[in-house]
């Protein structure tokens, strides 16, 4: 299916209508122009409102399924720090949920986006090839149908996680248009989400002791004003 504009001229002949001149122009990219730009509209809106990181995700989860197939998504970030990799957001039809995964040692196709910096779309013939070439070890759920999208998520070109969407039924579900269009979006996805997270350290440092990690003073001033 693709969208078009239409419009009609009378065909007149010695001054009688003989019929209609129609053009039919495709607009399928200038709707999707349109579909990108309040997806990136309402993501940033998002991100300067008061809701939370788990929201967010949600939010960015709903806002891509506005422009591709997002049944099967995820976000993975990695902790540098803890040398993790860990899925903050993980909507899946097969697995519930991926564990918190030791980086270093990972050898997936998140890991092989995030280190790399380079997008891949990849079906499960290529993904068993890579397999056997030892670049990757199995892991999470696949089907002889299977095609994954995954594109990496950087912040003035450092990446700091991965986003994915993936089919387990339709081998020709994404194309490379498709992957043009994650890498699009994915620089905002990963500016919101470290603004919100910055927003949700800054607001723990807030209310939380440091020496004790308890709720100080402050969190309690303001718990009380919310009840009122």
Request: hydrophobic share 35%.
């Amino acid at each position: 299916l693709f969208s078009v504009s239409i419009s009609a001229t009378p065909l007149v002949i010695d001054g009688q209508a003989k019929g209609e001149i129609g053009i039919y122009i495709d607009i399928t990219e200038r709707k999707q122009n349109e579909k990108l730009q309040q997806v990136l509209y309402n993501l940033s809106k998002a991100a300067n409102s008061p809701i939370s990181l788990n929201q967010l995700y949600k939010t960015i989860h709903q806002e891509l399924g506005n422009i591709i197939d997002t049944t099967n998504f995820y976000i993975a970030l990695v902790d540098e720090n803890k040398d993790e990799l860990y899925f903050p957001y993980y909507i899946d039809e097969k697995d519930e949920k991926m564990p918190i995964l030791k980086f270093s040692i990972t050898n997936t196709l998140t890991t092989y986006v995030i280190r790399t910096g380079k997008s891949l779309l990849n079906n499960n013939e290529q993904y068993e090839e890579m397999i056997n070439q030892g670049i990757l070890t199995p892991m999470g759920s696949t089907t002889d149908e299977s095609t994954w999208l995954g594109v990496p998520l950087k912040i003035e070109g450092k990446i700091m996680g991965a986003m994915a969407v993936q089919s387990y039924t339709n081998p020709n579900l994404f194309r490379e248009e498709d992957i043009k269009l994650m890498e699009f979006v994915s620089s905002q996805i990963a500016t919101v989400i470290e603004r919100k997270n910055s927003e949700e350290k800054i607001k723990h440092l807030s209310f939380h002791d440091s020496l004790t990690g308890l709720y100080n003073r402050a969190y309690f001033e303001e718990e009380l004003e919310n009840q009122k």
